[in-house]
């Protein structure tokens, strides 16, 4: 009897004991892991972490974060970033992937939630600064660009974001699934995910580039309505401009940037800006070919196919966009055969083959002009701030008895303004030059 009893106590002791060492090399695997990538970033932040949880189906998490970038007082805070596979020998072995020594995990997936930025911090300070030597942070003047005194203003004390994202091969159907996810908390989102078909696994366990094609995607872009509304009840105040209008205003900007870019959109593309300038939400564009399309190969294929080549499908608010039309300015890309040298007439020696067409761009944007000479800038739109009062923008219908006439657009009228050119302190005019 007591030899079955002690028989009966092995066979239960040694799946716990599995459990227990394989539990134990997971832990200290991913321990030393995580140590040697904080030693390796001492030069540009001092790292901490509070624990560190496993898994044994196969997961390893990292909680408690906080990093503060050398040369700065304030300190980003992160709740968890979590690692996971099917495989949980990745995580015993190490997750370093060596090319040509053995393959890659068939499937990896990443979680960071509650990364914690206070926006009264000198890493954002510092950020904007940067930022602001190229491009106005002023979200009254910049669409989507919103700087942390607006926010604050709006309710926010800091910034919460969360992103995730993953891959899978499926080395049978010669598949790869990939995607992310990144939110900031109330804000915004960012969506995207790709199946990419004929895959070879062994050309990319060597570190190659296998020549895969598009199977498909999915792309979204998201503002929360209630964020959109606030920023621009925010840019209204103090202003003679309605919240509808400087939507409205928003979505004229964006267009323009699109045209400077040469991009023409159609009625149906440039009707959707101006609706998710108003109403914001989720734009969507998903591709879904009826087969396969070489990555290659659309690098090359002449932009006015592009759409119906991937059958992109474009909805704001679940909302089908049915009229998807847009031009670009400029020739087309050249195909395969001119890339290669092949497809035209060889050039005589001696001589040099004809330079393309150069691409004209038109760029309109707001610029400073002197007070003096502002009568130049008659039935051009303009820019003009008076001492102590609004921001008046309008067409200049003129200057007369020493005043200039603004006609401004205010809910669905217009009406006339008259500023004294003594009273003016700053004035822009809405230039279009032609680059090449």
């Given amino acids: 009897m007591r030899f079955r009893f002690g028989k009966l106590l092995l066979v239960l002791l040694v799946p716990v004991l599995l459990y227990v060492v394989a539990k134990g090399a997971m832990y200290f695997s991913a321990k030393n892991a995580v140590d040697d990538f904080v030693r390796a970033a001492e030069h540009q932040a001092e790292i901490r972490y509070a624990g560190i949880s496993t898994e044994l189906m196969g997961a390893v998490t990292v909680s408690g974060i906080t990093v503060q970038p050398l040369g700065y007082e304030d300190f980003i805070e992160i709740d968890t970033v979590r690692l996971a596979s099917d495989d949980p020998m990745v995580f015993i072995k190490g997750v370093d992937w060596t090319p040509g020594e053995d393959e890659p995990p068939t499937n990896m997936s990443f979680d960071v939630r509650g990364i914690r930025i206070p926006l009264n911090s000198d890493l954002i300070s510092e950020y904007e600064r940067q930022v602001s030597l190229t491009q106005s942070l002023d979200p009254c003047e910049q669409p989507l660009s919103v700087e942390s005194t607006v926010m604050r203003k709006i309710g926010f004390e800091q ?5 995730d994202g993953y891959y899978r091969i499926d080395e049978a159907a010669r598949t790869l699934d990939m995607g992310m996810y990144m939110e900031v908390r109330d804000v915004q989102s960012i969506e995207f995910s790709a199946n990419l078909s004929d895959l070879d696994v062994d050309t990319l366990a060597q570190g190659g580039a296998p020549q895969i094609n598009l199977g498909g995607f999915s792309a979204a872009v998201r503002v929360s309505p209630e964020f959109g509304r606030q920023v621009m009840k925010s840019c209204a105040i103090g202003t003679d401009l309605t919240i509808a209008q400087w939507s409205e205003r928003y979505a004229e900007r964006a267009l323009v940037e699109l045209e400077g870019q040469g991009i023409s959109l159609g009625p149906g593309l440039r009707q959707a800006v101006r609706d998710f300038y108003n109403e914001w939400g989720e734009f969507r564009l998903v591709s879904a070919p009826s087969e396969p399309i070489g990555l290659l190969s659309l690098m090359f294929l002449p932009r006015n196919q592009l759409v119906d080549a991937l059958s992109l499908r474009l909805t704001l608010n679940d909302k089908l966009i049915t009229d998807t039309s847009f031009s670009f300015q400029g020739s087309q890309q050249p195909g395969l055969p001119a890339l290669f040298g092949g497809g035209a007439e060889a050039q005589p020696q001696g ?34 701030k008076p001492h102590g009062q609004p921001l008046r923008e309008g067409v200049l219908k003129g200057i ?17 303004v008259y500023v004294p050119l003594g009273q003016i302190d700053s004035a822009e005019a809405l230039i279009q030059r032609r680059v090449e």
Avoid: C, S
């Avoid at 910034?159 to 992103?163: A, C, P, R, S, T």
């Fill in 159 to 163: 910034l919460e974001m969360d992103f």
């Fill in 351 to 384: 001589e040099r083959p004809a330079a393309p067409p150069a691409r004209i761009i038109v760029r309109r944007e707001y610029e400073p002009v002197a007070v003096a000479q502002i009568a130049r800038y008659v039935d051009h739109n303009v820019r003009i």
């Fill in 400 to 416: 007369r008895d020493g005043e200039a006439e603004i006609e401004q657009t205010l809910h669905g009228g217009k009406y006339t």
